[in-house]
């Protein structure tokens, strides 16, 4: 009996500890991590620092840098660049200005379309010009220093050196109002009808490259302008937008306009001038020493180059020199 009471005692004693032992395992009651405090079983010094919060709206593309791109030439100081052009291209520059608003959106091109000879005049004058392009090569050299004296007579200086290039190239046309009346199909029927005193034609002025162009053709056909005009059978116009508008409202008979002002203006073309009639018919452009933004005025000159550009002047019967 003494034998077992020890061992029930034994029992006892061995089973109190391991309760305490237990107890002491166990601790606090509550083994919830504190709040905001991921859990984690590795240490404190080795926890991952919290993930940043999602961002909800739509990622912006980085550059390889990681910097944030910059939209181009957004950071450009904005430009003005003032270009005097030939009238018959107004409805072109004016579709490839709002090309270029896009491919530089820090310039603003403001336009001056008119005669040649009227614009050459103005930059002569001292007008504010950063870029010139003519419809004959006449009007830019006489302000090319390095066009021959016997054109240039007064020795002008106004074309930035090496920026000069011959940049499209027209085609001179006969055009009749709609109907035809007269029946006039080719050039040689407009030189009879003239001759015979039974038409009239309008066409620019002797200053005007069209008009130019036009003194070379009837020329061609021996007729002398002068004789004509007296007789009044010639109409003029101050550049080809007139002589167009002549011929669209019916003024006059026919009139000789280039084949892009013609199909601005929804006109027929009776018949093309040759080679032999009136030369070819190419327009040169320059940035101008007195502009204030040379290398932007070079830049849009390079741009009018370019297949978007060159896309809208062979749409009106512009092409390559």
């Known amino acids: 009996m003494i034998r077992t009471k020890r061992s029930v005692a034994s029992v006892i004693a061995l089973l109190s500890l391991v309760a305490l032992v ?8 509550d083994d919830t991590p504190p709040p905001d405090v991921p859990f984690s079983s590795a240490p404190p010094s080795q926890q991952p620092a919290p993930e940043p919060a999602a961002d ?10 990681g910097d944030q791109p910059e939209p181009p030439h957004a950071s450009a100081e904005p430009v003005e660049l003032v270009i005097f052009a030939a009238a018959s291209m107004t409805e072109t520059l004016t579709d490839v200005a709002e090309l270029y608003a896009v491919a530089a959106p820090n310039v603003t091109l403001v336009f001056n379309f008119d005669s040649s000879g009227t614009l050459k005049t103005q ?7 950063d870029v010139f392009i003519s419809a004959g090569q006449r009007q830019m050299d006489q302000l090319d220093i390095a066009a021959p004296d016997t054109v ?11 920026s000069r290039f011959n940049i499209l190239e027209n085609r001179v046309t006969l055009v009749a109002p709609v109907g035809n009346p007269k029946n006039i199909n080719s050039f040689q029927d407009m030189a009879d009808g003239l001759a015979g005193g039974r038409i009239l034609m309008a066409m620019g002025n002797s200053d005007v490259p069209v008009g130019q162009y036009t003194q070379q053709i009837l020329e061609h056909f021996g007729l002398d302008e002068g004789a004509l005009a007296a007789s ?6 101050s550049n080809v937008k007139e002589v167009t508008t002549q011929v669209s409202e019916a003024s006059v008979d026919c009139g000789v306009v280039y084949c892009t002002d013609a199909f601005s203006a929804g006109l027929d073309v009776m018949d093309y001038a040759t080679v032999d009639m009136c030369g070819r018919v190419i327009y040169p452009a320059a940035a101008l020493n007195g502009s204030s933004n040379p290398e932007a005025a070079l830049a849009f000159l390079d741009y009018l180059t370019s297949p978007e550009a060159m ?3 062979e749409r ?6």
């Not at 930059?123 to 010009?129: D, F, K, S, T, V």
């Not at 009106?316 to 020199?321: A, D, H, I, N, T």
């Open 152 to 162: 240039n007579t007064a020795g002008l200086d106004f074309v930035l050196s090496e």
């Open 123 to 129: 930059i002569e004058e001292g007008a504010e010009c």
């Open 311 to 313: 896309a809208v002047f």
């Open 22 to 29: 237990l107890s002491a395992c166990a601790g606090p009651s």
């Open 232 to 237: 009044g059978v010639i109409s003029y116009g």
């Open 56 to 65: 909800t709206q739509s990622p912006s593309p980085q550059s390889a840098s």
């Open 316 to 321: 009106v019967g512009f092409s390559r020199p």
